[in-house]
């Protein structure tokens, strides 16, 4: 039985290392894709706001506008009574200014509780970790008074 120990020590670090880490990973990478994603809809919320307050309904807007890779032209907006938004998927839809906001309040909305879901999703995955690293110190008969050295992995 204990020559088995070694074998099921390397099979738990191999789990550790290779599944839970790598998914404690990718949960993080796509939380922070819903955080740039909500910082995105968060600021056009903005820019409308102040275009609702400026009253721009009248006027022509000039500004900047990015092609791609940070190529910025300008542009001169005869109607900024409508504002097309990207739904998602690569579609974008035109929208009053009001239903603009509207979209972006229920948009962010349900990117919040995905962001939610996927930190509760890694809370679980780091406590399985700490379980884990827990089971391999009790097979190893390592002392459980003294805490090891870890690292943060939140950061």
């Not at 074998?7 to 922070?32: H, P």
């Not at 409508?82 to 239903?99: A, P, Q, R």
Request: aromatic share 8%; net charge negative.
């Amino acid at each position: 039985m204990s020559e088995n120990i070694p074998l099921k020590v390397v099979e738990y670090e191999k789990f550790l290392n290779e599944t839970l880490r790598s998914d404690l990973r990718k949960i993080l990478e796509a939380r922070d894709k819903i955080y740039s994603q909500t910082a995105e809809y968060l600021q056009l919320k903005n820019v409308i706001e102040r275009m609702k307050e400026t009253d721009l309904s009248q006027d022509e807007l000039k500004t900047k506008v990015d092609l791609g890779c940070n190529f910025y032209c300008q542009a001169n907006v005869p109607d900024v009574s409508k504002i097309f938004v990207c739904v998602g998927f690569g579609f974008y839809v035109e929208f009053t200014l009001e239903e603009a906001l509207r979209f972006i309040e229920k948009k962010t909305a349900r990117l919040t509780e995905e962001a939610n879901n996927l930190t509760k999703d890694a809370s679980k995955v780091k406590a399985n970790i700490n379980i884990i690293l827990e089971g391999l110190k009790e097979m190893q008969h390592l002392d459980m008074t003294t805490k090891m050295e870890q690292r943060d992995i939140w950061n």
